[in-house]
């Protein structure tokens, strides 16, 4: 008997972005974000099996996940090699060719395109014309206020406003360097799932019991 194709996650959003130090502070708010609205980001950064090919990785990520964020900012020369980073592109197409081919199971995948400037896409990426692309302007708050805005619109869930996640994240990042002295973790030098991990149980502890609710 055939196997039955995987179905996306509905509460999974694959994350298509740079993790240089560069966009760090856009990359945390982004995951951040998306755990405040309720959901759970996905990234090649979660796991670090050395005996996966990246590729691979990659596209399992994406049959998993039913939202996806894909970030082509990055489109600069690379100061060392003098070449375009090709990644996130490359994934985005990955992600549109799971959502066209992949028959029943992904033809309902919701996929947000990232750019720093509104129009730039058009002159280094024209093809992607139609989809559903947004400015950040490179501010961790636009980027907040755009994800938040996508996924509650995308998902039709009920998600906190803008407002109260900027003011979530604000607390959440004054307190950063306290959990990660108590936890032995260099702040600095904080990876992915130390980071995911902290800000899973920082929403859990700081959100309050609804009224009738008891903890």
Not at 20 to 38: I, K, Q, S
Not at 46 to 56: F, P, T
Not at 173 to 185: M, S
Request: glycine share 4%; proline share 7%.
């Amino acid at each position: 008997m055939a196997r039955k194709p995987t179905r996306p996650d509905p509460s999974d959003v694959f994350l298509n972005c740079p993790f240089d130090a560069g966009y760090a502070p856009l990359f945390e708010v982004l995951v951040f974000t998306v755990y405040a609205c309720g959901f759970r980001p996905r990234c090649a950064l979660e796991e670090a099996d050395s005996g996966d090919v990246r590729v691979d990785k990659i596209i399992r990520l994406i049959r998993e996940s039913r939202y996806a964020i894909h970030d082509i900012s990055r489109v600069e020369l690379d100061p060392a090699n003098k070449l375009p980073r090709f990644n996130m592109p490359f994934e985005l197409g990955l992600d549109l060719g799971c959502r066209k081919f992949g028959g029943s199971a992904y033809a309902a995948k919701k996929l947000l395109v990232l750019d720093s400037d509104s129009y730039r896409y058009q002159k280094c990426l024209s093809d992607i014309s139609g989809q559903d692309i947004r400015s950040h302007d490179a501010r961790p708050e636009r980027i907040l206020q755009v994800v938040r805005d996508w996924l509650r619109t995308t998902s039709r869930r009920l998600v906190p406003g803008d407002d109260f996640i900027r003011d979530q994240y604000k607390a959440f990042a004054e307190a950063l360097p306290i959990i990660c002295d108590q936890q032995r973790i260099d702040r600095a030098a904080l990876n992915y799932l130390d980071f995911a991990q902290i800000v899973e149980e920082w929403l859990r502890q700081s959100v309050e019991p609804r009224p009738g609710t008891t903890e």
